[in-house]
């Protein structure tokens, strides 16, 4: 039984969240690096490059990597401290098993009798309930390999349809839509491609929080004369000064796209010969839209009409243009509707596939784009391959040396898992740098679904909130501790590289998968030594699919400063900009650069569906959730990083005057915001940079501070993606103040006072 | 080594995402680890998410150095104003209050003495960027030459004239202003009104939207 704690003060004040700071310098003993290792950020998915400077096994502070061509040197402040996590006092250095009787909840184990004990378990479960009664969850913050093997292992080892991955909860509404347009899932520019663009649309990106280095390119834009177009609920810093300002009210991005794309054709603002001569189905779609008029769009999207009008003529009337989003519109129980009503502005308007023409959507996490490419998704295979396409399932299971009826089919999204677990379904789980208990909506309904399995095996660094819940915990590896590649926002394939080794017990997450094999007994096909091997087995695996890595190296990433894909043979130099005329690639074979067997781009209808759950008179407000620059997805990491944490220490409930006003709501005041699922008590923000129907609460807390009590589970019914970025509900000056003294965060090691040191 | 006459520090303020990456990048330095000298400022944050970092100027003639009565403040030859000296300060805060910037910061570090931006002299001294403007990510902090700014920024012209009231400041870090504005100094009591320019922007946005 994986039931949390009861109380957590003990837990807390062993496994942390403790606040690392910078060592108190004293005269003699200023640091000095020994080496000095070029790698990149462990944070977004920009994956910034940095230098560590090293020190012995100890990361000890950073230089700016001013040669990495996506940052020059340029970092936010996550990237800044982020060499604060190694040497943790948090840091997991044992196994640790389950233990009643310790008041912490946990007693250190010897690594290879917790291998033992996880596998037996596995074993047990498999033979009393079959294969499919374990589940494994995975991320995409992970290196490429490590996805690629967690793929593998399910499948090959575990033979359980059931793994899924906390992509799912970022880029999926993106991806499922990119693959309908455009028959592949990728950035389809480079970032450079943004600089040289007359317009630039942003719909749903808090670009200067959630991906601050793309700022510049932005704003290098408009120094060049670029219009800025920023659609948000909020007033960002990206939209202080954009050109025109749209503030959508959420979970109505496709009717904007709809309205938008009715001015277009009203006022013939369309590229006919692209139109004509690379896509299909427009008519379709101008049918489907013409019911989008601007007084329609205005009303239901609750926009100005003149500025709406704005938009579309500063969009219908550009020469070339970059179209960005983000999380914003994806975070949608209609996410991928929305995310094809962007494509289709897009195409509508020919500017795709050529200089400074160019659509995004923003990866999230540092493997956002590589994570969702190699097989770690619940219907996919490596190579961005269908797990139901006879013909992949049949190259994949050459590669693997396994019978292709051997290979299960598709599992189910991380959401129907925990579902699962509810039904009875999934005895079992095994997760690898995922945080289901803070990040997954409607976390109550989570955490109970924790409760209920069997048993849980959590590898992790520091004692996440999810990892409390385990039976047993896996010590494995930060990013600095171990090698391999991502590929960042722009599809550019990158090289992470070691800089310390994992210390004590703790082990690369790779090398314990395999120890996990060998224990089950089942060890073919996973006797690597080294990433490098995993690698070179990847670039096979994913040859002759859309994303594929056959090309690529090590080698040719260090020398080019990252390959972009497709890369399909050694001699290819990697593929900056998708779609240029003339292009290749697998499935269209020359009859045109789109990846159908046409080689034409699919323009789809994007219906407009009111979100699932919309605001009523008991529940008026619409919540939205989001983050904060200097806080990242759960906060394992940041939330144990003293400086971060101090730059925003708590999540606050940001409200419009008006608002606040009507609720009796004020500035610095305990608040409470209640949904159908549950309450959370916060403080008040008053700010006149949010809509005045709309509330926002970022999501880094656990906890009674999660804004993840509060959201619906609802999903997309195609990408499967949470609706995190509306639901309804109502908001009042708390009764009292919150009880959360158990569960903040202990504070052994405040922050150290300042000694000079004249040098 | 003195830092070289062509590379200089330009400012932006309407670029600032309030992100905080100087301020933390700042407090990486070896002298002072763990303590940032500069710091971001909200101008309005009930009505605006503008941020305004705010850095050690480097006046020609530093007010905080003729207001120090200890003579704790020197000026290296290069034009960097250095923090007090460590022997001499006393921690009276004249520094503080007299700079109109509002740069250096007596109490923030907990001790009594005069902390301020020397402008990573151990960075700049050897060509390289300071910390600040290495890592910001909107650039809103740039090092480098004027050949370069006039590339990166054609609609703005760099400043080093700031006129308070009745005093004139000459400074090392440049101010970039649009190249539509006529003066050449900025008088800042002037620009001080009710309204920000979000204010402007704000007015009827909700409004007329359709709520």
């Not at chain 1, 961005?384 to 051997?406: C, G, L, M, T």
Request: net charge negative; aromatic share 8%.
């Amino acid at each position: 039984m994986a039931l949390e704690q009861s109380n957590l003060l003990p837990v807390i004040d062993r496994w942390g969240p403790s606040l690392a700071y910078n060592e108190k310098p004293s005269q003699d003993s200023i640091d000095v690096a020994d080496r000095m290792v070029d790698t990149h950020c462990c944070f977004c998915g920009q994956q910034c490059g940095i230098t560590l400077k090293v020190k012995e096994n100890r990361v000890i502070g950073f230089e700016p990597r001013y040669d990495f061509p996506f940052n020059e040197g340029m970092l936010c402040p996550k990237g800044v401290k982020r060499y604060l996590q190694g040497s943790h006092r948090d840091r997991l250095e044992t196994a640790l098993a389950r233990d009643e009787s310790s008041p912490d909840g946990f007693r250190s184990v010897e690594y290879d009798q917790a291998i033992e004990k996880v596998a037996s378990e596995i074993k047990r479960v498999q033979e009393k309930y079959g294969h499919s009664a374990v589940g494994v969850l995975s991320g995409a913050s992970l290196t490429t390999e490590k996805a690629y093997l967690m793929g593998k292992f399910a499948r090959v080892c575990l033979k359980t349809p059931y793994i899924d991955y906390n992509g799912r909860l970022c880029m999926v509404s993106a991806g499922a839509a990119n693959k309908k347009a455009f028959g592949v899932d990728r950035a389809a520019n480079a970032w450079d491609d943004i600089v040289g663009a007359d317009v630039v649309w942003i719909s749903g990106a808090n670009i200067a929080e959630c991906a601050p280095i793309t700022t510049n390119y932005v704003w290098q834009a408009r120094e060049m004369g670029a219009k800025i177009i920023v659609v948000d609920p909020r007033i960002t810093p990206i939209a202080r000064t954009a050109d025109v300002f749209l503030p959508i009210r959420p979970g109505t991005d496709a009717a904007l796209f709809n309205g938008v794309l009715q001015i277009m054709i009203e006022n013939d603002w369309l590229d006919h010969d692209f139109i004509n001569n690379h896509t299909v189905d427009f008519d379709k779609l101008v049918e489907h839209v013409s019911q989008w008029t601007l007084d329609r769009t205005a009303q239901v999207c609750g926009v100005s009409k003149k500025k709406l009008m704005q938009a579309a003529e500063l969009w219908g009337k550009a020469s070339s243009s970059f179209l960005l989003h983000a999380r914003g519109i994806e975070h949608h129980s209609n996410g991928v509707e929305n995310c094809l009503g962007a494509i289709n502005i897009v195409m509508a308007s020919g500017r795709i596939g050529r200089k400074n023409c160019g659509y995004a959507t923003i990866t999230g996490q540092a493997n956002g784009q590589g994570g969702r490419e190699h097989g770690q998704k619940c219907d996919q295979l490596p190579g961005a391959r269908d797990i139901s396409n006879p013909e992949h399932r049949e190259y994949i299971s050459k590669i693997w040396e396994i019978d292709e009826a051997e290979l299960p089919g598709p599992g189910v999204d991380c959401y129907e898992m925990m579902r699962k677990i509810h039904s009875g379904e999934i005895k079992l789980l095994l997760s690898l740098c995922f945080n289901p208990k803070v990040s997954l909506p409607d976390s109550e309904y989570v955490g109970a679904a924790l409760d209920k399995l069997q048993f849980l095996a959590c590898i992790d660094f520091f004692m996440s909130e999810t990892a409390r819940h385990a039976d047993v915990v896996l010590p494995g590896s930060l990013q600095e501790e171990d090698e391999g590649v991502v590929t960042q926002i722009e599809g550019r394939v990158i090289k992470i590289n070691k800089a310390v080794e994992p210390p004590g017990d703790a082990k690369q997450d790779w090398k314990i998968i395999q120890d996990l094999t060998k224990a089950l007994g089942r060890t073919q096909g996973f006797s690597f030594n080294s990433p490098r091997e995993i690698f070179d087995e990847l670039r096979i695996a994913s040859k002759g699919g859309t994303a594929d890595y056959s090309g690529i190296t090590y080698e040719k990433i260090d020398a080019q400063g990252g390959v972009f894909w497709p890369c399909p043979s050694d001699d290819h130099p990697g593929t900056r900009r998708m779609f240029e005329p003339g292009s290749n690639n697998p499935i269209a074979k020359g009859a045109g650069p789109f990846y159908f067997p046409d080689g034409k781009a699919r323009f789809c209808i994007s219906e407009h569906r009111p979100p699932a759950e919309e605001t009523d008179e008991e529940f008026p407000v619409i919540l939205t959730t989001g983050r904060v620059v200097s806080q990242f997805l759960t906060g394992t990491q940041t939330r144990r990083i003293g400086p971060l944490v101090d730059q925003y220490p708590e999540p606050l409930i940001e409200i419009h005057p008006v608002l606040a006003e009507k609720l009796g709501v004020k500035d610095g005041q305990w608040t409470t915001v209640e949904t159908r699922r549950n309450t959370v008590t916060l403080m008040a923000q008053v700010v006149k940079t949010i809509r005045p129907d709309t509330i926002f609460v970022p999501y880094h807390w656990p906890g009674k501070r999660s804004a993840n009590r509060l959201t619906i589970s609802a999903q997309d019914p195609i990408s499967k993606i949470p609706a995190y970025k509306v639901c309804a509900c109502k908001v009042y000056p708390a009764k009292e103040p919150p009880h959360y003294e158990n569960e903040v965060e202990a504070r052994e090691h405040p922050k150290p006072k300042l000694e000079i040191i004249q040098m | 080594m003195p830092i070289p006459v062509e590379l200089e520090f330009f400012m932006d303020p309407n670029r600032c995402i309030g992100c905080e990456a100087c301020v933390q990048a700042c407090s990486e330095c070896d002298t002072h680890k763990g303590t940032a000298m500069i710091h971001l400022e909200y101008t309005d944050r009930p009505n605006s998410p503008q941020t305004a970092p705010v850095i050690c100027m480097h006046c020609d003639s530093p007010t905080c150095a003729e207001v120090c009565p200890a003579d704790a403040i020197r000026k290296t030859e290069d034009g960097v104003v250095q923090s007090a000296k460590k022997e001499r300060c006393i921690g009276c805060n004249n520094c503080g209050l007299a700079c109109p910037f509002g740069v250096p910061k007596v109490e923030v570090i907990g001790i009594e003495l005069m902390m301020k931006c020397d402008m990573c002299y151990d960075r700049t001294s050897e060509g390289k960027k300071p910390m600040c403007a290495s890592v910001c990510p909107s650039q809103c902090l740039y090092f480098g030459t004027r050949e370069e700014i006039a590339v990166l920024r054609p609609n703005s012209r760099p400043i080093s004239q700031f006129q308070f009231g009745n005093q004139i400041i000459n400074t090392k870090v440049n101010m970039l202003v649009p190249v539509s504005d006529p003066d050449s100094l900025l008088n800042v009591t002037a620009h001080l009104g009710p309204q920000s320019m979000d204010d402007m922007m704000m007015e009827g946005l909700y409004e007329e939207a359709v709520l």
